[in-house]
C-alpha cells in the first residue's frame, strides 16, 4: 500500500513537500517514483529513488525544481517541489517498482515498471 500526502493549493513560486508512505512489501532495493497527471494529458514521471542504493533519477525538465529523498526507517519517500508553477498543477502519484529497475526514459521514471500506486495526492498552483 502506498499513501500519498502533501498536496494543496499555493501560489506561483511556492513550495511543496510531498511524502509516500509505503507498507505491505519489502522496502529495501526498490525503486520508488512520483509522476503527474494533469486534466487532458498524460500521466509524466518526475523522479524516482532506489530505496537500496539511494540514487535519485529526475525528469530533465523538473531536475532544478524537484528533489526527491527518503527516510527509510519510516518507509517513507518525499518529493521536494520548488518554484512552483501553473503547469505544475495536478494530481500526484506515488509508484512502487518492486523489482528495482528503476528505469528511465529521458531521466524521467517509466510508469510501466511501477506495480504498486496510492491514490495520489492533489497539487494545485495558481
Known amino acids: 500500500q502506498l499513501v500519498e500526502s502533501g498536496g494543496d493549493s499555493v501560489q506561483a513560486g511556492g513550495s511543496l513537500r510531498l511524502s509516500c508512505v509505503a507498507s505491505?512489501?519489502?522496502?529495501?532495493?526498490?525503486?520508488m517514483g512520483w509522476f503527474r497527471q494533469a486534466p487532458g494529458k498524460e500521466s509524466e514521471g518526475i523522479a524516482a529513488?532506489?530505496?537500496?542504493?539511494?540514487?535519485?533519477f529526475y525528469a530533465e525538465s523538473l531536475k532544478d525544481r524537484f528533489t526527491i529523498s527518503q527516510d527509510a526507517n519510516k518507509r517513507t519517500v518525499c518529493l521536494a517541489m520548488s518554484n512552483l508553477k501553473p503547469e505544475d498543477t495536478g494530481m500526484y502519484f506515488c509508484?512502487?517498482?518492486?523489482?528495482?529497475?528503476?528505469?528511465?526514459?529521458?531521466?524521467?521514471?517509466?510508469?510501466?515498471?511501477?506495480?504498486?500506486w496510492g491514490q495520489g495526492t492533489q497539487v494545485t498552483v495558481s
Open positions: 509508484g512502487a517498482d518492486k523489482l528495482g529497475l528503476c528505469t528511465v526514459i529521458d531521466g524521467a521514471p517509466a510508469k510501466d515498471d511501477y506495480e504498486f
Open positions: 505491505g512489501f519489502k522496502y529495501v532495493n526498490n525503486c
Open positions: 529513488i532506489h530505496t537500496g542504493a539511494g540514487r535519485p
